[in-house]
Antibody
Framework: QVRLVESGGGVVQPGGSLRLSCAAS????????MYWVRQAAGTGLEWVTV????????HYADSVKGRFAISRDKARNTLYLQMSGLRTEDAAVYYC??????????????????WGIGTTVAVSS | DIQMTQSPSSLSASVGDRVTITCRAS??????LNWYQQKPGKAPKLLIY???RLQSGVPSRFSGIGSGTDFTLSISSLQPEDLAVYFC????????FGQGTRLEIK
C-alpha cells in the first residue's frame, strides 16, 4: 500500500528549529520527486520546497529560502524538512506529497498523487 | 511567479445540482493544471490532472476543461460527500495553488 506518514511537528519558539520526517511505504522515494506543502489554519495551500527524484535539484519558496532544507535518507526511505529560524508565520500543517508524471508526446505533466496525513507546527513564545 | 485565482471563493448548492468552479492563471500554462479536493480535517486528494484527465478512482461526475489561462472544474450532480474545499494548482512552473473554493451543501 502506497503511503506517506509525516512526523516531527510540535511547538517551537520563534527562532527555533525543527526537523520534520516523511516516511514512505509501498514505493521508493528514489523514483519520485517530492514536495513539502503547508497550510496555515483556515487558509490555502502553499508549496514550501520540492526535490527531484535523485535529490540533485531542489527549489524553495521565497518565504523559506535560506531557512529550510529538504533532504532524503535512501536507506530509510524517508524525506526530511529541516526548518530553522522559525517565525510565527511558519505555523501550519505540513504535508509531504509525491510527484507523479504523466508523459505524452506534447510533454510531461506533473501532479501530486499521494499525500501524507500532515504534521502540525506551532511557533509561539 | 504564476498566480492562480479561483472563483467563486465559496458557493452553496443543492444535492443534484451542477456545480462549476473557475480557475484563472496569470499567464499561459497550457494544460498544466490540476484540481484537488480537501475535505474537513483531511489531506488534499487529487481529482483531475493535465486539465482534464480524471484520476483513477474519482467519480465520473467530476470533470475538468480548459487550456491557456482559463480552466473549469465541474461536478455534474452534486452529492453530499462533495462538501469540501477545491483547489486548482498549476504545474507549469513549480506548483502554485489557487486560494480555494469552499463548497457547501444547502
Amino acid at each position: 500500500q502506497v503511503r506517506l506518514v509525516e512526523s516531527g511537528g510540535g511547538v517551537v519558539q520563534p527562532g527555533g528549529s525543527l526537523r520534520l520526517s516523511c516516511a514512505a511505504s509501498g514505493f521508493s522515494l528514489n523514483d519520485y520527486g517530492m514536495y513539502w506543502v503547508r497550510q496555515a489554519a483556515g487558509t490555502g495551500l502553499e508549496w514550501v520546497t520540492v526535490t527531484s527524484y535523485d535529490g540533485s535539484t531542489s527549489h524553495y519558496a521565497d518565504s523559506v529560502k535560506g531557512r529550510f532544507a529538504i533532504s532524503r535518507d535512501k536507506a530509510r526511505n524517508t524525506l526530511y524538512l529541516q526548518m530553522s529560524g522559525l517565525r510565527t508565520e511558519d505555523a501550519a500543517v505540513y504535508y509531504c506529497a509525491r510527484v507523479q508524471t504523466y508523459s505524452t508526446e506534447g510533454g510531461d505533466f506533473y501532479y501530486m498523487d499521494v499525500w501524507g496525513i500532515g504534521t502540525t507546527v506551532a511557533v509561539s513564545s | 511567479d504564476i498566480q492562480m485565482t479561483q472563483s467563486p471563493s465559496s458557493l452553496s448548492a443543492s444535492v443534484g445540482d451542477r456545480v462549476t468552479i473557475t480557475c484563472r492563471a496569470s499567464q499561459d500554462i497550457g494544460n498544466y493544471l490540476n484540481w484537488y479536493q480537501q475535505k474537513p480535517g483531511k489531506a488534499p486528494k487529487l481529482l483531475i490532472y493535465a486539465a482534464s484527465r480524471l484520476q483513477s478512482g474519482v467519480p465520473s461526475r467530476f470533470s475538468g476543461i480548459g487550456s491557456g489561462t482559463d480552466f473549469t472544474l465541474s461536478i455534474s450532480s452534486l452529492q453530499p460527500e462533495d462538501l469540501a474545499v477545491y483547489f486548482c494548482q498549476q504545474s507549469y512552473s513549480t506548483f502554485s495553488f489557487g486560494q480555494g473554493t469552499r463548497l457547501e451543501i444547502k
